[in-house]
């Protein structure tokens, strides 16, 4: 899957959600799930997913809401725009360019049986540092000057066991606590051919820097891990990252 960040898909997406919150305020139903997991429904529906049938009731809405149709499709455009490098590139700083050119690090998958697997995700330091740097971070709260504040640190989609699953690490600096990152985890899977239901709870494992989180993944949906403090990823004197990051999905014994 393409990770570069692309402002046309995002600014669609975030009319999409604008018109999703707006839609809600005003009394219609949408479940939390769908509404936070937007990017990955449309992931899926260019996987070949069909709509009507994962998502019954968000189908639903988007014929009786003409608004919130055209901003799906409008998302929908964008996303399949870059999938098929129809999307002007932005220009990258000269130091980045060697990374582009490498893919990350493939996923270690460990099958033991259906009931005891895991999936670990490392995503080394210059490709992390290579998303974004510390004086973006620290100016992201002067919201009139980024638009889109979110920054993806993993996406991925991989087969275990016959059913799909498809996860989004994000970041956005936390509201709540200054100098300190908020980081959701976005998941979604969809059954293989033996229609077999996914193995829930699972358990997600992020190590970053000094910062070491568990927490437990009751469903499909979206969850947040603890706020990262920023001393624990950052040197304090160069500002710079000092570690990348390393990610665990797996079932609980």
Known sequence: MNENFDPRRSAALKRLA??????????????PRESDMVSLIISGILNGENLAQRY????????????????????????????????????????????????????????????NWSVLWQRPLELIQAIFSPPELAYRAERSLIE???????????QVFGSAYSIVLDCIPAEEQENAMA???????????????????????LRWGGYQQVL????????????????????????TLTDGLSFTLETVP
Do not use: C
């Open 18 to 31: 604008e018109r999703l919150t707006a839609y809600t305020h005003k009394g219609g139903v949408i479940s």
């Open 216 to 239: 437990t993944v009751p469903e499909e949906g979206r969850t947040r891990f603890p706020n990262i403090s920023f001393d624990l990823i950052f040197d304090p004197i160069t500002k």
């Open 183 to 205: 980081v959701f985890l976005s998941l979604a899977v969809s059954p293989g051919a033996s229609h077999e239901s996914a193995k829930f709870p699972l358990r997600a494992t």
């Open 148 to 158: 889109d504040p979110w920054v993806m640190l993993l996406r991925e989609e991989i």
């Open 56 to 115: 019954p009731d968000f189908h639903r809405t988007l014929l009786e809401n003409a608004e919130l149709r055209e901003a799906f499709l409008d998302a929908l455009d964008g996303v399949e725009a870059e999938r098929n490098g129809n999307l002007v590139s932005m220009p990258e700083p000269e130091t980045r360019l060697d990374f582009l050119t490498r893919q990350p690090p493939a996923p270690i998958i460990i099958h033991k049986d259906a009931e």
